[in-house]
């Protein structure tokens, strides 16, 4: 039983960390050549409409047998999902590919790392949605890598002294920090009752209907004459790999691992990123941003392990997957 549960662990771990490789491949290849037929980024609604449209079709093709899990949904479950439709997919998804386009992809590691900043939330919204109990320690650690975002963002400076640009996407990004939480907390509570797949598949169709209703609210549908076929492909390639695939990759690996462990496993995102960034873009960081970075990366680890009792979490039955 044991070697069972350690082979779980492991294998939850790989996962998640797969995924988050796949992000930083995302982040820094793939979403800087979703580019109209003039050479500028695509309007970030319309990324978001597409990227989930693409995916929740194909996905129709072979998990349509979910549908009948409608009608097993609580209300309470209506609600978790489309949460997690609003906050991981529609709001996380917009802010961060907003705040790459804001940037012209030339800070993507400081933006990646902001975005890491998650746990801080998740923490607290697993205090209020999962009455689990915070300690002091959250506070410290919490600060500690607030500041060293602020520092790895800004320096020593005052935010006026950078431009516009970098304010608004650090903004984004630490709001993206707050959905993708969100987001997690939630899908932690709906994998004790659902399969991965279904999630994913509930996930993707709930924030395709948002998105169509902003993209036909706001005529960015009109973006689809001025798309040409390279980003398309670039489209498809990201529905079936750094989309869809990653995040069933880590709903997998989230059912079968603490959220502590998963934390962890996901700063693979921004170490990814930022080597990528260095080799493709030759973008890299001062070194008190880097030292900033290291403090931080250290505060959200030692968050993650010990804000929220470890023990409590595994005990507790809303942080527990179901055994399958």
């Given at each position: 039983m044991k070697k069972n549960t350690n082979s779980k662990i492991i294998t939850g771990a790989l996962a998640v960390s797969l995924a988050a490789i796949m992000w930083g491949i995302d982040g820094v290849i793939l979403t800087p050549n979703l580019l109209n037929t003039d050479g500028f980024p695509l309007d970030a609604t319309f990324v978001v409409f597409v990227l989930h449209c693409i995916p929740f079709i194909i996905m129709n093709a072979f998990w349509y047998k979910y549908y009948k899990m409608l009608k097993q949904f609580s209300v309470s479950d209506y609600i978790y999902i489309i949460s997690i439709a609003l906050f991981g997919g529609m709001l996380g998804?917009?802010?961060?590919?907003?705040a790459l386009f804001l940037i012209d992809f030339?800070?993507?590691?400081?933006?990646?790392?902001l975005q890491k900043l998650q746990p801080v939330f998740a923490i607290v919204l697993s205090v209020i949605l999962l009455k689990e109990k915070i300690s002091k320690n959250y506070f410290i650690f919490a600060s500690l890598a607030i500041v060293a975002g602020?520092?790895?963002?800004?320096?020593?400076?005052?935010?006026?002294?950078v431009s516009k640009n970098v304010i608004s996407a650090s903004l984004l990004a630490l709001l993206a920090a707050f959905s993708f939480g969100a987001s997690t907390v939630l899908s932690k509570k709906m994998l004790n009752k659902y399969p991965p797949m279904s999630?994913?598949?509930?996930?993707?169709?709930?924030?395709t209907v948002m998105a169509l209703l902003v993209v036909v609210i706001t005529g960015v549908y009109t973006q689809f004459s001025i798309t040409p076929l390279k980003t398309w492909i670039i489209f498809l390639i990201i529905a079936f790999t750094t989309g869809s695939?990653?995040?069933l990759l880590y709903y997998y690996g989230l059912k079968?691992?603490?959220?502590?462990?998963?934390?962890?496993?996901?700063?693979?995102?921004?170490?990814?990123?930022?080597?990528?960034?260095?080799?493709?873009?030759?973008?890299?960081?001062?070194?008190?941003?880097w030292i900033a970075a290291a403090v931080m990366i250290f505060a959200i680890i030692a968050l993650s392990k010990g804000a929220v009792s470890d023990n409590k979490m595994r005990e507790n039955p809303k942080f527990v997957a179901r055994k399958s």
């Open positions: 998804t917009f802010c961060i590919v907003k030339q800070n993507l590691t400081i933006i990646a790392l602020y520092i790895m963002t800004f320096g020593f400076n005052a935010p006026t002294a999630i994913t598949f509930f996930r993707y169709g709930f924030t695939g990653a995040i079968n691992i603490s959220a502590s462990l998963s934390t962890i496993c996901e700063l693979l995102f921004p170490i990814s990123a930022a080597i990528l960034d260095y080799f493709i873009n030759d973008n890299t960081m001062t070194i008190v941003q």
